[in-house]
């Protein structure tokens, strides 16, 4: 009697060890799905803020291009308008021996700082695009792995085909985009 109720006890904790294996491959499966869909999702959101800001800094570097055009244009009408022909003279003269002096403009610096922001935003994503390929990566090899994939498909889980995120053709093929 004793020895038939170790041997049930055993079965007990034996199919128990196995329902746990079971369900606990299914919730790391199920987790792993989660952790894709997180990944693709940072993707998502970093592709919506690179098109936001490099549409906002075009415009504003576009905006300041603007400004520096129509100062240093009336600039010139001033100094132009404000000389007679004897004063004109005077000036050809000097501005062989002195340098003009021009308003300190400023849309060098825009144009850098478009070009770091342009850098970081495309850092950040390509940072994402990773994390989500090794989210895929770590979501297949889960999934294919024995005995979790037989587990899997005792429990009825449906496994997911998420594809690695590769740079399409058409984009490595294609010209930047004209912003001005």
């Known amino acids: 009697m004793k ?3 170790i041997i049930l006890a055993a079965f007990v904790g034996i199919t128990l060890i196995a329902v746990c ?3 606990s491959s299914k919730n790391a499966a199920v987790s792993l799905e989660e952790t894709v869909n997180a990944a693709k999702s940072g993707i998502d959101v970093q592709l919506t803020n690179r098109f936001n800001k490099f549409h906002e800094l075009a415009a504003c570097v576009k905006k300041y291009d603007e400004h520096e055009y129509k100062t240093l244009v009336d600039v010139i009408e001033r100094r132009g308008r404000n000389m ?3 004063e004109a003279k005077q000036c050809i003269a000097a501005f062989s021996r002195v340098e ?3 308003p300190d403009l400023k849309s060098q610096a825009n144009y850098k700082q478009l070009m770091t922001e342009v850098a970081l935003t495309e850092n950040h994503l390509a940072q994402h ?3 989500y390929n090794e989210s895929v ?4 090899y889960h999934c294919r792995k024995f005995p979790t994939s037989i587990f899997l498909g005792w429990t009825g889980y ?3 085909t998420y594809e690695m995120y590769a740079a399409d053709e058409a984009v490595k093929d294609s010209k930047p985009l004209d912003l001005f």
């Open 3 to 5: 020895q038939a109720l």
């Open 21 to 23: 294996a079971v369900f």
């Open 84 to 86: 007679s022909g004897a």
């Open 100 to 102: 003009e002096r021009y």
């Open 129 to 131: 695009k990773k994390a």
């Open 137 to 140: 990566r770590d979501y297949r």
């Open 158 to 160: 449906e496994v997911q």
